[in-house]
């Protein structure tokens, strides 16, 4: 990995690298559909005309209302998502999410495990938007 961008949101922290970015959402935050408009300009600034994968680390407690999946699987040059449950409670609710989203969507146990699988996708797809 060489350099990566860093924004520091009202609900979360996202870290933009070549192929993919990993976001933090902040304990206690409620994430709804309007979320997408900050993802989408961040998307658009750094990989727009190429494929990319969004990284979830879940490592603290929020609310996320499932129907965000519904706009997020619009976003054109977004391949997949990758969840990182911190706990099984997170896992489970991962799960849940995951009937609203239509394109691939991988739960793992660590980022090396959704990093290998992030790569395995963009490897599949040469595709450029």
Not at 23 to 39: F, M, R, T, V, W
Request: aromatic share 14%; net charge negative; charged share 25%.
């Amino acid at each position: 990995m060489g350099m990566f961008y860093y924004y520091d949101l009202p609900e979360t922290e996202i870290f933009v690298f070549d192929e993919f970015l990993i976001c933090q959402i902040y304990e206690g935050a409620e994430i709804h559909p309007d979320h997408n408009s900050k993802l989408n300009e961040i998307i658009h600034k750094h990989f727009y005309g190429r494929n990319m994968i969004y990284i979830s680390n879940r490592v603290n407690s929020y609310s996320v209302d499932p129907l965000i999946y519904v706009l997020t699987e619009k976003i054109p040059n977004l391949l997949a998502i990758a969840m990182i449950p911190g706990s099984e409670i997170m896992r489970r609710n991962a799960e849940f999410e995951r009937d609203f989203y239509d394109k691939p969507y991988g739960i793992f146990n660590n980022l090396t495990e959704a990093l290998e699988w992030s790569h395995g996708i963009l490897k599949k797809s040469s595709k450029h938007i």
